[in-house]
């Protein structure tokens, strides 16, 4: 099936530092992927859809400028924590949309990656 | 709003015991209609989706799911649960009229007690 992989799966900083997270998938390609934000014990919102080679639409109330999001090839997807705050330490997860066949309209997600900012 | 809700924040179960989860929704219009689960420590997976046409769909490892349309709601269940069906469950939306996103219920987390 479709597998999408997401660096790294933990990564701790200190606040004011910014943080890559990237997301790839592994045996299809992807013109749209998703990034979400996941509290505990909560749902995942999501926070913006990238469009390989454009710009990403974000949700309202999620900083463009914060959350930078670079879609460059139909596999990867980047998100970066600019300015890291302890506010911003979550659970991100992205997922990558199938575009044919049977993948086509599903959503295939990658492991998460766990942000703790000091 | 439109949303997505789910019922049940917690079910504990014993092994073989059925399960329902309750899912429902408030967009209007066509709807993609999904199931996540996600186990401890691994990621989301699709268990199973209704796009169109018969209402009663089956997904992996036993679960199946029910269209209502005029209830707006996608119910998951499984005649019998085993303990390895302990995980946190998702319902999804997927609206047309919202841009094709996936909306998330809050999930309901299954705990099955050997």
């Known amino acids: 099936g479709a597998v999408v992989s997401q660096h790294p799966s933990w990564v701790i900083c200190k606040s004011g530092t910014s943080v890559k997270i990237e997301c790839r998938s592994l045996d299809f390609q992807a013109t749209t992927m998703f990034w979400y934000r996941q509290f505990p014990k909560q749902s995942l919102m999501l926070m913006a859809t990238?469009?390989?080679?454009?710009?990403?639409?974000?949700e309202q109330g999620v900083e463009k400028d914060k959350f930078l999001i670079n879609h460059a090839s139909l596999t990867l997807s980047t998100l970066t924590v600019t300015s890291a705050h302890p506010e911003d330490s979550s659970f991100y997860i992205c997922s990558a949309a199938g575009t044919g066949g049977s993948a086509k309209n599903i959503q295939y997600f990658g492991a998460g990656t766990r942000l703790s900012v000091l | 709003a439109q949303s997505v809700s789910q019922h049940n924040h917690h079910v504990i179960l014993s092994e073989a015991a059925s399960l329902e989860l309750g899912c429902n929704y408030s967009?209007?219009?066509?709807?993609?209609l999904f199931w996540y689960v996600q186990y401890p420590g691994q990621h989301l997976q699709l268990l199973l989706k209704y796009f169109s046409g018969d209402p009663l769909v089956k997904g992996i490892k036993g679960f199946e799911a029910e269209f209502i349309k005029s209830k707006f709601s996608f119910n998951l269940r499984k005649p019998s649960v085993q303990w390895s069906d302990t995980a946190e469950y998702f319902c999804a939306v997927r609206s047309h009229n919202q841009g094709g996103k996936l909306i998330f219920g809050q999930g309901t987390e299954l705990s099955v007690k050997p």
């Open positions: 967009y209007g219009g066509t709807v993609n």
């Open positions: 990238s469009n390989e080679g454009s710009k990403a639409t974000y």
